[in-house]
């Protein structure tokens, strides 16, 4: 379960056209920020995907990837044109390829790798869609199928695009737009895959092309219903639209750590059965398995693009970090898996994240002011060094990512001082017990 949000340059304080996602997998599904150089390609090449290989572009992009680290593609990434692309899983009624084939997450990466703007990365996809299909299996601990939606964004245009096996629909994006983990376009689009009303009404859907609605005609209610995309959409949608013409990176953090009220406190981690807020976490259930391993926001202004990502779960007990694609990524450790290591970023943060946990109201209290500091003069810097030097830009992320990493240190051993005066709910405690458990975690608490 993911959200995907963008605003194009009407929408902003400054004109850029702003990205921003939240990846949302398994609690030990660690998540990796890799940076890839453009490279030419020799004739015959291949690209080895997730399950499948591909003939490889002749040429392929530099790219910065934010992905499971089990997975050759990515849920979101940036390419050395500006060109941002996140994916979402959405459940439909046409069936699911169950074999080896490409996953949305290497569509994402093979656009990110051979397009230049949103519109062509919509061609790509499309065009790799057609001959190929998506398919193949998506979980991690627990297999998982799905279909894919894509919001694409570049520094002047953004669109979406939703599939449903090889069928599709797409349209540009005006003002704002968010995504989560159901079909969102109606009747309303700019192009379509041959054949989509037809289709449709063959499998009497709907009665005539006036009775067409893409989202209602082939969306599958059940899983749809329980992902709670109608919910977690309503819920950035609003926050976008009440920011309209003034929103900034800063807000783009801030929805992407919602927990669907102002006051975090009254919508606690551990409450639901379901994962409906923009920020997920885990807990107790078959509905509750996901969590926000991964957010990144990007600033797409036309001559130098700046990248915040976090590297670790939960955005609400972490920090985003600058990153520049022709300035590299500072180093983060071995890549990770899914068993606690503390050389990895990933699960250097999971041992102050899953502390909060235990009582996230009185904890994330006790530096979520000083965390909102950190991070804001993290973004000035980075917004007003765009046009420096990549080493000069090399140096501040480097600097960034140690001074978040240290401060997370001192969080952590201020949290683990103070005793907690309460308990989460048992079936809660009992999950996240079963979470560290595979995780091989060491209790910090």
């Not at 202004?301 to 939960?314: E, I």
């Not at 050389?343 to 009185?362: K, M, N, S």
Request: charged share 25%; with cysteine.
């Amino acid at each position: 379960m993911c959200d995907t949000i963008v605003a194009t340059s009407r929408a902003t304080a400054d004109g850029a056209v702003l990205f921003g996602k939240n990846s949302d997998r398994e609690p030990n599904e660690a998540h990796q920020v890799v940076f890839l150089p453009a490279e030419d390609h020799p004739p015959g090449s291949r690209a080895h995907c997730t399950y499948i290989e591909i003939p490889q572009a002749e040429y392929t992009n530099a790219i910065l990837l934010a992905k499971p680290f089990w997975i050759w593609g990515a849920e979101m990434g940036v390419n050395e044109h500006g060109l941002a692309i996140g994916n979402e899983a959405v459940f439909t009624k046409e069936p699911y390829e169950k074999g080896k084939s490409l996953t949305g997450m290497d569509l994402l990466r093979l656009a990110l790798e051979r397009a230049s703007t949103a519109s062509d990365a919509v061609h790509v996809i499309t065009g790799l869609l057609s001959e190929y299909g998506q398919g193949g299996n998506c979980g991690f601990a627990h297999r998982l199928f799905y279909h894919n939606s894509f919001l694409m964004a570049d520094p002047h245009e953004a669109w979406v695009l939703e599939t449903a096996g090889r069928h599709w629909a797409a349209k540009k994006v005006s003002g704002v737009y968010a995504i989560s983990n159901g079909l969102t376009i109606g009747s309303d689009w700019d192009i379509a895959s041959p054949g989509l009303v037809d289709h449709a009404i063959a499998k009497g859907w709907c009665k005539d092309p006036a009775d067409f609605h893409f989202a209602r005609c082939y969306s599958d209610f059940l899983y749809t219903r329980f992902s709670c995309c109608r919910e977690r959409v309503e819920g950035t949608t609003g926050l976008l639209g009440a920011r309209m013409g003034n929103l900034t990176v800063s807000d783009f953090m801030s929805i992407l750590r919602d927990h669907g009220c102002r006051d975090v406190r009254t919508r606690l981690p551990e409450r639901g059965i379901t994962g409906s807020t923009i920020c997920m976490h885990a807990g107790f259930g078959p509905i509750r398995g996901s969590q926000t391993t991964g957010s990144m926001v990007s600033h797409l202004r036309p001559d130098r693009p700046t990248h915040f990502v976090t590297g670790t779960a939960a955005p609400c007990t972490g920090i985003f970090k600058p990153a520049w694609l022709d300035a590299g990524l500072p180093d983060m450790g071995p890549a990770p898996t899914g068993t606690y290591d503390a050389a990895t970023l990933y699960w250097r943060h999971e041992r102050l994240h899953r502390v909060v946990l235990g009582d996230f109201a009185a904890r994330i209290e006790t530096y979520r002011e000083e965390r909102d500091a950190l991070e804001g003069r993290f973004i000035s810097e980075a917004l007003d060094s765009a046009d420096r030097t990549d080493s000069e830009r090399r140096a501040l992320s480097a600097r960034c990512f140690s001074e978040a990493d240290g401060a997370e240190e001192k969080w952590l051993e201020r949290i683990t001082g103070v005793r907690s005066e309460r308990k989460s709910p048992l079936p809660y405690r009992i999950a996240w017990k079963g979470f560290n458990k595979a995780a091989r975690m060491p209790d910090f608490s």
